[in-house]
């Protein structure tokens, strides 16, 4: 079976879990809809599109392998946003600010976000699929919208290297995926020129450097698989209740789903 690849690392990353309140939690990877979302932000789906990004809800199945969950950061965060007027909408954050003058209040809340996280992700199209693994690779190397790790805040780090292999599995495929390093010293680049002549393919690139295991040596544990449907070659130690199945991005509804997890070889 085909599948698409892709790395996700950044200083931050926040990947929203139910919100209660003034708490904004973050799980330890990237749940179903925020890889929807990045795959829509990519190709140029528009929020307000529900059609066409249920027809990509329904279409994909993923797997997620946690190399670094990173460590934790939480932010007091503080905003301020005036209250409703009917039904007169601010159309801008300078209307909030002018037009809402009067009206503003401040916003507390206390959100969560992962330092230095590294996740590999694999796409496996359904039969009905809206896009090829082709179209989704190209929409990731020059995508039509700002791609972010959860909130908009969040950047990313690093080139999503996309790539599309065929493997017996989900276990496979990352596994065989060739992420390449994240930081390069000028020794590494030197000794790759040395090896082969051509950056692209030098083999000591294609995995993390010293310098991405000093930075990941933080959380040091063996590699989490998570995936849902069939992992292939894959078995599951546990199964997992996420609510993050994408029902309305104009309501902000989500349902539940199962997700699987199996524990690898120390990442």
């Given at each position: ?70 460590h934790p950061l ?77 909130r908009k805040s ?114």
């Amino acid at each position: 079976m085909d599948y698409l690849l892709f790395r996700l690392y950044g200083p931050l990353a926040s990947w929203g879990e139910i919100a209660v309140g003034e708490s904004r939690h973050s799980a330890v990877y990237p749940g179903k809809s925020a890889l929807l979302g990045l795959l829509a932000a990519a190709i140029g789906i528009r929020r307000n599109e529900e059609e066409r990004l249920a027809q990509l809800a329904a279409g994909y199945r993923f797997a997620v392998k946690v190399i670094s969950s990173g460590h934790p950061l939480r932010d007091y965060h503080t905003t301020q946003a005036p209250d409703s007027v009917g039904k007169f909408v601010y159309r801008t954050r300078r209307d909030e600010l002018i037009t809402g003058k009067n009206r503003l209040g401040t916003i507390l809340s206390s959100r969560e976000y992962r330092c230095d996280a590294l996740s590999l992700i694999a796409v496996a199209a359904m039969a009905d699929a809206p896009f090829n693994l082709v179209q989704l690779r190209d929409a990731l190397l020059k995508p039509r919208f700002h791609l972010y790790l959860g909130r908009k805040s969040c950047p990313l780090a690093a080139p999503l290297n996309p790539h599309i292999c065929t493997a017996k599995g989900f276990g496979e495929a990352l596994d065989n995926y060739r992420h390449a390093a994240l930081f390069i010293s000028n020794r590494a680049l030197r000794a790759a020129r040395n090896e082969i002549g051509s950056l692209a393919d030098a083999p000591g690139l294609m995995k993390l450097s010293k310098e991405d295991n000093s930075v990941f040596a933080y959380d040091k544990q063996p590699a989490r698989y998570y995936w849902e449907g069939d992992g292939g070659d894959l078995i599951a130690q546990q199964s997992l209740v996420r609510h993050d199945q994408p029902l309305s991005r104009n309501r902000w509804q989500f349902t539940q789903r199962t997700e699987h997890l199996t524990f690898g070889k120390e990442g």
